[in-house]
C-alpha cells in the first residue's frame, strides 16, 4: 500500500460547490467507511450537504456519475469496491467502471474523485476504507482531489 507521497488537500476551500458522491451498494462495511469519509472531508472543506445516491454496484457507477455531471454539479465522487474472485470478472468489471469513470470526466469537464477499490481481498478493502484501523481513507481521499481539482479548473474558466 502506498499512501507514501499523497498531496495535502486537506485546506481546500469548497464552499459554494455543488457536490455529488455516487456510491455503489456491495460491501456495506467498506461503503459506509469510503461514504463517511468522503462526507467528513467535504464538510470540512466548506461543502456540508452533499447529495449521496447509491447504486447496485461499481459498473453502475459510470452512467448515475455521468447524469451528476451533466445536471450542473461542480464535482461528483465515485465510490466503489471490487474485490478479485475465481473469475474474471474483477478485471471486466474494474476496467469498464474505471474507463466509464475517465470518460465522464472527459466528456463533461467535471472532475470525477476516483474513489473505486480494487483489491485482492476484503482485508485490502477494509484498509483502505477510512475505518478506525484502516491504514487510508479513500473516501477522504477522493473528495478531496473532486473538490481541489474542481477549483483548479475554475480558475482557468
Do not use: N
Not at 461503503?31 to 447529495?51: F, I, K, R, S
Not at 452512467?63 to 470478472?89: C, E, F, K, M, N
Not at 478485471?91 to 477499490?117: M, R
Amino acid at each position: 500500500m502506498s499512501g507514501a507521497g499523497s498531496p495535502d488537500l486537506a485546506g481546500t476551500d469548497g464552499s459554494g460547490l455543488r457536490v455529488a458522491i455516487v456510491a455503489s451498494s456491495w460491501h456495506t462495511v467498506v461503503m459506509d467507511g469510503l461514504v463517511a469519509g468522503a462526507t467528513a472531508a467535504l464538510a470540512e472543506m466548506g461543502t456540508p450537504e452533499p447529495t449521496l445516491v447509491r447504486v447496485p454496484g461499481s459498473f453502475e457507477l459510470p452512467p448515475v456519475v455521468s447524469a451528476y455531471a451533466r445536471a450542473g454539479y461542480d464535482a461528483v465522487v465515485a465510490l466503489g469496491v471490487v474485490i478479485r474472485g475465481g473469475t474474471p470478472h474483477f478485471e471486466y468489471v474494474c476496467q469498464a467502471a474505471t474507463d466509464g469513470l475517465s470518460q465522464v470526466a472527459l466528456d463533461t469537464g467535471v472532475p470525477v474523485g476516483f474513489g473505486l477499490l480494487t483489491c485482492d481481498d476484503e482485508a485490502q478493502a477494509l484498509d483502505r476504507a477510512g475505518l478506525a484501523d484502516s491504514r487510508e481513507d479513500k473516501g477522504r481521499e477522493a473528495a478531496q482531489a473532486a473538490v481541489a481539482t474542481a477549483r483548479v479548473l475554475a480558475s482557468v474558466r
